[in-house]
C-alpha cells in the first residue's frame, strides 16, 4: 500500500487506464470518478473497480476511445450516446450541459444510451446539486436480483441517486441501490476472500448464502423484499426502456472482460427549483433539515461521506498498484 493524495492518485489511475488504450481525456473521467468514489468510502464504486475495467477496457468490452455524443430532440431532453465507451465521460457532458437546459426549461432530463457501470451514483447528482439544481439519477445494471418470488434474475441492483443544494453547506444526496446491499460490497469480499453477511444475498439455487462468489452467481435480495423488486422495475422502465438500451437480463456483467457491451442506460433528471413558482426551496429545505438534526443521533444522508471526504483530502488514500 501507498499514501497518496487524491491528486496524485487520479494521476496515478489515469496513466493505467492511458496505457490500457483510454484516451487522456476518458481516463481523467474515469480516474476522477474511482478517487472521489474511493475518498467518500465508497470502496466497492472505487480503486477496486481498476483492474476490472481494465481487462474490459482491453477486451474491447469497453471503448477507451468513445466520445459521448449529445442531441437535444426536444427542448427539455439532452439525449446521449456514450457511444460503448465509459458512463463516466458521458455523465460529464450531461452535468455540464443540462443546468443551462434546466434554467430555460424548469426541469431537463438526459437519457444515456449505449452506457456502462455509473459507479458511485450519487457524485453525479451532488455536482448538479452544487449548481442549484434539484437531481435524480436512475441506472440500470446487469441481472442481479429476481422478481419477487422468482429464482432467475430479471433485474439489476439498480441505483438511484438524488441530490438537493442546501444553502451555506453542501448539497443532501441520497445514494441507494435497490438490493439491500449494493453488489460492490460483495466484490470487494470475494476479492478479498471474506465471508458476506446472511440476507444480503442467495445462490443459484435460491437458497441463503455468505460465499461472495455464490451470491455473485446467484441473485441479490431486494431491499424491502417485495417493494425493493417492484422499485427495481420501475428503475428498468426508466432507465432501458424509455433510454432504448439493454434491460438487465439481456446485458452483459461488469464484473469480467466477457462478452460485449454491457448496454446499460442511466436517466438524469435535473429540476430547477427558481422555477416552481416561487422562491421558498432554500427555507422549506432548512426547515426540514433542523427537524432531522435537532433529535440527537440523527444525521442527514450522505453527511458520512463529506467527513470521510475531508479526511482523505487532509491525509490521502491508500493505493495498492
Known amino acids: 500500500m501507498t499514501k497518496l493524495s487524491l491528486e496524485a492518485a487520479e494521476q496515478k489511475v489515469a496513466d493505467l487506464f492511458i496505457e490500457a488504450g ?4 476518458n481516463a481523467a473521467s474515469v480516474a476522477l470518478a474511482l478517487v ?3 475518498a467518500d468510502g465508497l470502496k466497492g464504486h472505487g480503486l477496486s473497480r481498476v483492474p476490472t475495467y481494465i481487462s474490459m477496457l482491453r477486451s474491447g468490452k469497453i471503448d477507451g476511445q468513445a466520445v459521448p455524443i449529445a442531441r437535444q430532440p426536444k427542448p427539455g431532453v439532452l439525449a446521449i450516446d456514450a457511444a460503448h465507451g465509459f458512463a463516466y465521460p458521458a455523465i460529464d457532458l450531461a452535468v455540464i450541459e443540462l443546468p443551462e437546459i434546466a434554467r430555460k426549461q424548469g426541469i431537463a432530463a438526459a437519457p444515456i444510451r449505449r452506457s456502462n457501470h455509473c459507479g458511485a451514483a450519487g457524485l453525479h447528482v451532488e455536482r448538479l446539486a452544487e449548481q442549484g439544481l434539484v437531481a435524480l439519477l436512475f441506472a440500470n445494471t446487469p441481472g442481479a436480483m429476481a422478481p419477487w ?16 443544494p442546501l444553502a ?4 443532501l444526496v441520497i445514494d441507494m441501490a435497490l438490493s439491500k446491499v449494493a453488489r460492490g460490497p460483495i466484490v470487494a469480499a470475494k476479492q478479498k476472500g471474506e465471508p458476506i453477511p446472511e440476507g444480503w444475498a442467495l445462490d443459484a439455487q435460491g437458497k441463503p ?3 461472495p462468489a455464490a451470491a455473485i452467481a ?6 424491502g423484499d417485495a417493494k425493493g423488486a417492484t422499485l427495481a422495475m420501475m428503475v428498468e422502465i426508466l432507465a432501458a426502456a424509455l433510454v432504448g438500451t439493454h434491460f438487465a437480463f439481456q446485458a452483459s456483467s461488469f464484473l469480467d472482460d466477457q462478452g460485449g457491451p454491457p448496454d446499460t442506460g442511466q436517466l438524469i433528471l435535473a429540476i430547477d427549483p427558481a422555477s416552481m413558482g416561487g422562491n421558498w426551496f432554500a427555507e422549506r429545505m432548512r426547515m426540514l433539515t433542523h427537524a432531522i438534526e435537532e433529535q440527537p443521533g440523527t444525521r442527514l444522508p450522505g453527511m458520512r461521506r463529506y467527513a470521510l471526504r475531508a479526511k482523505a483530502r487532509a491525509e490521502g488514500i491508500d493505493v495498492a498498484f
Request: overall charge negative; cysteine-free.
Open 22 to 25: 483510454a484516451s487522456a481525456a
Open 36 to 38: 472521489m468514489a474511493e
Open 168 to 171: 451555506g453547506r453542501e448539497p
Open 209 to 211: 448464502t455468505t460465499d
Open 218 to 223: 446467484g441473485t441479490m435480495v431486494p431491499l
Open 149 to 164: 418470488g422468482g429464482a432467475k434474475p430479471v433485474f439489476g441492483t439498480n441505483p438511484i441517486a438524488f441530490a438537493a
